[in-house]
């Protein structure tokens, strides 16, 4: 699948096949290059934010599952556990922002649109399996890791934090 028929097909995946998730609203300007298009979007409280890039033809599906943690060995020693035993897709991630004693677990996965084709079904089935799995998995976790380390879910103008770990 070429790029434009990537950046069709993502935002329609997610108002049209996803159920519990709001319209992909697109970012304009930030940190990425006006030519890669980007959308944010939620499922519950959790705030993703959907980037293709045009020279590599990828998809970069980056959910923030908790802000605001004060950062502690144990939080990490989740994060690594979250890792190696839990995700189905994705991976989990720590970032700091302006407090290095905070911090935000993350979540991404990458799709490449090479390996997308309308003339065969089951590969655009599987981008819908990733990101309605993606989510299903944020959604449980955002819940597990604000209530364990007195954390709170990404509001919307958080979005750039999503945008400069892609």
Known sequence: MN???FAELVPWLVTE????????IPLIGGTVHEET???SFRTGSVLTLA??????????????LA?????APELSHYVNHLNEKQLVFGRAFLVTNNDPERAAVLMQEIVFGDSLSWDFPPSIQNLLRVIVTLSGQAG??????????????FNDAEVALLL???
């Open 140 to 153: 449980h976790l955002s819940s597990e890791i604000t209530a364990r380390f007195e954390a709170r879910p």
């Open 37 to 39: 298009p980007a959308w």
């Open 164 to 166: 400069a770990s892609c």
């Open 3 to 5: 790029f434009k028929e």
């Open 51 to 64: 980037t293709i890039f045009p020279k590599t033809n990828e998809l970069r599906l980056t959910s923030g």
């Open 17 to 24: 096949k996803i159920d519990d998730a709001s319209p992909p």
């Open 67 to 71: 802000i605001n943690i004060l950062y």
